[in-house]
């Protein structure tokens, strides 16, 4: 274990606050940066970047919005190389599985950290579990319905915990170095399996309805959301979402030497937040 300043990227979102709750937890000085925190840190700003990054010694990469915008993989690698710069030895990102941008990025990070003597981890991540209650569909499923483009398909939903404790993992022991753990939950469900097994857990009932994309996007322009996110949306509802992320992967008992966790515990673990 290595004795440092940890700079979490996204440290105030789904995967970095459980991360650096995990590190200080273990007495780590883990630093949150983002553009809302007092390390201040904006991926469009190249400027934030080596401030936030003085005296770390190693440094959690979680893109915003998503590693699908495009350009992305430009600046993680620029991001990368600023890291070393400043003193940085090793750089855990947090990727998503089968998504073409996710995987530039993963090849532009990698390759900026080889040149510059980093040692590198990927999480290669299925869809979050906890995306139905804290992230962009919570309010929906709390409402009592959602109502997503996406019919039969089956992802295998993966804990957000079970992402941060591979982090914590990946961040400060050796052994992780080159390697690209592929983390998903345990089995995979439909999206109204998803919201049933929610609704199960919480004990509030909720349900959900395949609706046409073009409905879809038509209610989200309604809401104001901005034309670039619905198109960002279509990408991982059309294309990202058609079945080629089905089969649950064995990243989380390679890199934890235990299962991973089911959509019910997941959910029942992060019920006080619901509540
Ligand atoms: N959700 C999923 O199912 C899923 C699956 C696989 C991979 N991913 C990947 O997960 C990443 C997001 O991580 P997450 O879900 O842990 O975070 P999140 O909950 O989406 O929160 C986003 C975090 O990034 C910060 N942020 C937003 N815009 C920023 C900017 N311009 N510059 C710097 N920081 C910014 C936010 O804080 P501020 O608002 O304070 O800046 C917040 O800390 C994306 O790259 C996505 O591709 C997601």
Redesign the pocket.
């Known amino acids: 274990m290595t004795a440092q300043t940890i700079l979490v ?10 991360i650096t709750a995990r590190l200080r937890a273990r007495g780590v000085d883990a630093r ?6 007092a390390c201040r ?5 190249p400027g ?1 970047w080596a401030p936030a990054l003085a005296g770390a010694g190693a440094v959690y990469l ?7 915008v495009p350009g ?1 993989d430009q600046v993680l690698a620029a991001f990368t190389r600023t890291a070393a710069a400043a003193g940085v030895r090793r750089v855990v990102l ?4 089968g ?1 073409p941008a ?1 995987q530039q ?1 993963e090849l532009a990070v990698r390759a900026a950290a080889d040149a510059a003597g980093l040692s590198w981890t990927v999480l ?5 579990v ?2 139905f209650t ?3 569909f919570a309010d929906a499923v709390r409402a009592g319905e959602l109502a997503l483009p996406v019919a039969d398909v089956v992802e295998p ?2 804990d ?1 915990e079970d ?1 941060a404790e591979v982090a914590v993992a990946a961040l400060l022991d050796d052994g992780h170095a080159g390697r690209t753990h592929e983390l998903t939950g345990p089995r995979a469900l439909t999206f109204a399996e998803a919201v049933a097994g929610v609704a199960a857990a919480t004990g509030r009932p909720a349900c959900f309805r395949t609706v046409p994309f073009p409905a879809y996007a038509a209610e989200l322009a309604a809401a104001g959301v901005p034309d670039d996110v619905i198109g960002l949306l279509n990408h991982l509802f059309t294309e990202v979402l058609d079945g080629r992320n089905a089969a649950p992967a064995d990243g989380v008992q390679q890199a934890l030497g235990r299962p991973a966790t089911d959509l019910a515990s997941a959910v029942r673990r992060s019920v006080g937040s619901w509540v």
């Open positions: 990227t996204g440290g105030t979102g789904t995967t970095g606050s459980r949150v940066a983002s553009r809302s925190s840190l904006d991926w469009a700003e934030t979680a893109y915003a919005p998503d590693l699908a992305s947090l990727s998503g599985r998504e996710a990025a290669r991540c299925s869809w979050f906890q995306n804290e992230g962009q939903f993966v957000a992402i």
